[in-house]
């Protein structure tokens, strides 16, 4: 399967950005999606998660309140919608199908998408 993430850009403080990740050439439809960031110098760090249904969602203590996830499964398309950023937020986000469990572990992710990267100025 190939993800393909996209939205990042340049944003102020306070402001936001919708990302989305299509699939294409595999199953999507009945796996549980995340997303992730890495920013400079720093390891990969789980942001939000979504079920196969999109019935459930999880997220990082970080963003919660502030980034919405949803998945369109007629479209092959998983969303990171994202308010009132903030520079700590500035990372490269990249999306990741699950292997089985509905999970905040990188590892528990076998595909992942390119990355799109995402700039907030104070």
């Known amino acids: 399967v190939q993800l393909q993430a996209s939205g990042g850009g340049l944003v102020q403080a306070g402001g936001s950005l919708r990302l989305s990740c299509a699939a294409s050439?595999?199953?999507?439809?009945?796996?549980?999606m995340g997303w992730f960031r890495q920013g400079p110098g720093k390891e990969r760090e789980f942001v939000a998660a979504?079920?196969?249904?999109?019935?459930?969602?999880y997220y990082a203590d970080s963003v919660k309140g502030r980034f919405i996830i949803s998945r369109d499964n007629a479209k092959n398309t998983v969303y990171l919608q994202m308010n009132s950023l903030k520079p700590e937020d500035t990372a490269v986000y990249y999306c990741?199908?699950?292997?089985?469990?509905?999970?905040?572990?990188?590892?528990?992710?076998?595909?992942w998408g390119q990355g799109t990267q995402v700039t907030v100025s104070s």
């Open positions: 050439g595999g199953t999507f439809s009945n796996r549980h």
């Open positions: 979504i079920t196969w249904s999109g019935g459930r969602t």
């Open positions: 990741a199908r699950s292997r089985t469990y509905f999970s905040s572990s990188v590892a528990s992710y076998d595909y």
